[in-house]
């Protein structure tokens, strides 16, 4: 099962994930949207748990 299918499946959208988004309804593609949504945002952030590099608590750096 690809990731869109698994993104389909967790929020309970019995989609075909290979169809063309011009054969859903106006809603369906928002639904769609939303979960694929909903999947980025839950995605984490490569290095996201690393501190930024360079980044020094009070100080701040004004080009």
Do not use: C, F, I, W
């Not at 859903?24 to 590099?53: C, F, H, I, N, Y």
């Amino acid at each position: 099962m690809g990731p869109a299918a698994r993104v389909l499946k967790e929020v309970h959208l019995n989609y075909d994930p290979k169809a063309k988004l011009d054969t859903l309804s106006v809603s369906q593609m928002q639904l769609v949207e939303s979960a694929k949504a909903v999947s980025v945002r839950r995605q984490p952030t490569e290095g996201a748990d690393q501190p930024l590099a360079g980044q020094r608590p009070g100080r701040v750096h004004h080009g």
